[in-house]
Structure formats: structure tokens, C-alpha cells
């Protein structure tokens, strides 16, 4: 499901389009001086040739680079994806995976990993509700800091509780959020880490991971996601596929 994208231009100020032109054309025109002269070993027909050819090309230049900048095609923007799904269902994969193509192909990206964040930033942070939401607000800025510098950031953290999801989307526009999906069966039947099993622990078993999402703690679909991925259905190299394809679309 792909929600209507945003549009967002950036363009150079005319300023800048005419510093750009001069500097271009000052390189041009002493390279035709020197091969001017070369061919013709006169120095006055040198530099009545450069000067005509400097007046001429650079208005045709300055016009040239205005009208570049009112066509759409080719111009891309910063982008921010929140992806959202129970730990396991392939975020993090799928980031890797895209963000390594995307770069090949001359795009920014930066992956917002949930758990590194942790680590650093959001150390303080516990697994209550209130501290997931903070955590992800903070992911949420970083993000947002990062798409207005023209960078695809992609935040691969569980992200549970749809209020948080809604407010990050009303505080950023060029934001979009991607349903990882997968049923509870097959993320059991794929926890190599066995998370799962030690989340379904008895209460008193020392091994038990409590505040687990989609065991012991809540995990809220999104109501109104701009992309769902379902893992379980789609393999890995459609579902990369699907994304690199919504996240091109989003920023073209």
C-alpha cells in the first residue's frame, strides 16, 4: 500500500546560478585564449574571439541553468522512513540491504538503528511505553535533522504504539512509514537468537525477557502505513525490492 508523495524542490538562488556561470565561463574563455592564439599566433584576434564567445555562451549558460531548475526530473530530496514491525520481521536486513544499493547508485542514506541508538543516545531509556516513545521522538529528530540535509535516513527500530508513529508524522512532512509485517508463527519459527522462547518463560525463570513486544508487551499495527512489506509472504529479495522501489518513487 503507497501512500501520495510529497514533492519538495530544492534549487540554487539566482545568485549562485550567476557566480556558477561566471566561473564556469572565466575557465572557458582563457582556454580559448591559449588555443587561439596557438592556431592563429595573434593575440588581438585571440582575445576579440574570447570576448564575443564570453558574452555569448554566458547569458545562453545563466538561461540554461534557470530553466534546469524548473524541470522535476532528476531532482531528489531528503527522506525520512520510519519502518515499524515485531523484532525479527527483517527491518534491520532490509535497511542494510537497500541502503547498500542505494549508495551504489549515488544516493546519501543513513540507517537509524534501534538498537545501536540504544546503546548511545537513548542509554538512559528503559522498555516502558513512555520510554519507547522517547526513544523513538529522539530517533525521530535525528532523522528528520538528516532528510533536510538531503539524506534518505531510514530508522529500523520496533517502534510500537501507533500515537508516537502519528506524532513524528505531523511533526515531519517528508516523513513515511513502512509496515515490516510478519505473523508471530513465523518470527517463532525463525528466532535463530530463541528471543521468543525466552520472552514465553515462566515469570519466575531468571532467563525470561520481560517488556517483549508481541509477548508481554503490546504491538500496535499501524493504521495507515504508506508501504506494508510482508515478510512472510515475500521473500528478502522482492521485499528489497518493493522498498527501494517506494523510497526512488518517494524522492523523484
Excluded at 537497500?98 to 541508538?117: A, C
Aim: hydrophobic share 35%; glycine share 6%; proline share 3%.
Amino acid at each position: 500500500m503507497i501512500g501520495h508523495t510529497r514533492k519538495k524542490l530544492f534549487m540554487d538562488c539566482k545568485k549562485r546560478t550567476l557566480i556558477k556561470s561566471l566561473s564556469w565561463k572565466i575557465a572557458g574563455s582563457l582556454s580559448l585564449v591559449l588555443l587561439t592564439y596557438l592556431t592563429t599566433g595573434s593575440l588581438k584576434v585571440a582575445g576579440i574571439v574570447a570576448v564575443l564567445q564570453f558574452i555569448i555562451t554566458f547569458f545562453l549558460y545563466f538561461v540554461h541553468e534557470r530553466v534546469w531548475n524548473y524541470i522535476t526530473w532528476g531532482k531528489t530530496t531528503g527522506l525520512s522512513i520510519q519502518l515499524t514491525g515485531m523484532s525479527g520481521s527483517g527491518k534491520s536486513t532490509l535497511s542494510k540491504i537497500v541502503s547498500q544499493s542505494l549508495r551504489k547508485k549515488g544516493y546519501k542514506v543513513e540507517i537509524i538503528d534501534g538498537d545501536e541508538y540504544r546503546e548511545n543516545l537513548c542509554k538512559d531509556l528503559g522498555f516502558s511505553k513512555e520510554d519507547r516513545n522517547t526513544n523513538i521522538r529522539r530517533l525521530s529528530f535525528v532523522s528528520k535533522v538528516l532528510s533536510r540535509n538531503n539524506v534518505i535516513s531510514i530508522i529500523a527500530a520496533i517502534n510500537p504504539y501507533e500515537d508516537i508513529r502519528e506524532e513524528n508524522r505531523k511533526k515531519d512532512p517528508n516523513l513515511k512509514t513502512v509496515f515490516i509485517k510478519c505473523d508471530l508463527n513465523t518470527l517463532i519459527k525463525r528466532d535463530v537468537k530463541g528471543l521468543y522462547a525466552r520472552a514465553m518463560l515462566p515469570d519466575e525463570d531468571p532467563e525470561k525477557i520481560k517488556n517483549f513486544t508481541g509477548i508481554s508487551d503490546p504491538f500496535e499495527e499501524p493504521s495507515r502505513p504508506d508501504l506494508i512489506i510482508n515478510t512472510a509472504e515475500q521473500s528478502i529479495d522482492k521485499s528489497v525490492k518493493i522498498l527501494e522501489k517506494f523510497i526512488i518513487k518517494s524522492i523523484s
